[in-house]
Structures are given as C-alpha cells and as structure tokens.
C-alpha cells in the first residue's frame, strides 16, 4: 500500500545533529531504509518536517521503520494511505457495479 509518512522533527534534537555534522549521514541512513517513491523536505507548523511516500508491505515495517525518527529527531509522525492517479482511476473504475 502506497503511504504518506509525514515527520516533524524536534527543534532541538535537530539542531544537535545539525551541530554534530552528523545530519546528511543521518538523513541518509532514515530516508533510505523507506526506499521512497518520493520525499520532501520543508517547515510545516514552524518545525522543519519531511514527507515522504513510499510502499509499505506490511504494517509490522512501522516499528522499525519510525523508531529511528522518534529517537533520533524526537518526531511526531502520522501515516496516511493515499494513491496517485492510476490508483484512483482503478478504483473509480469499481464504481460501475456499486451504482448498477
């Protein structure tokens, strides 16, 4: 299932890994156990936050997965379900028998 995960990170846990020069190794190492389609980067709320979507196969790849965002970043993360266009069309596409 294609998922939306949005993180926001804690001001000061960043700017500590900022500090530390550690941050690009850091990103590197989260960002890329998610394997995303896409991710963003900007502040949202007056926090620095990231978005990033990416195909989750199995709910149990939460734990691993944003275990380092809460420890590392002090995140608040939420994952959403969301589709690109070829999803929506396949599922508008199963509407035909709902309304017949």
Known sequence: MRVLLQAHLDTEKTNDIIRSG???QVMQEIVGAFKPES???TADGGVRCMFLVFDMQD???MPPLTEPLFERFGAEV???PVMNLEDVQKGLSQLSSFFS
């Open 78 to 80: 939420n994952y959403t």
């Open 22 to 24: 550690k941050m690009p």
């Open 59 to 61: 709910s149990a790849q």
């Open 39 to 41: 991710s963003y980067f």
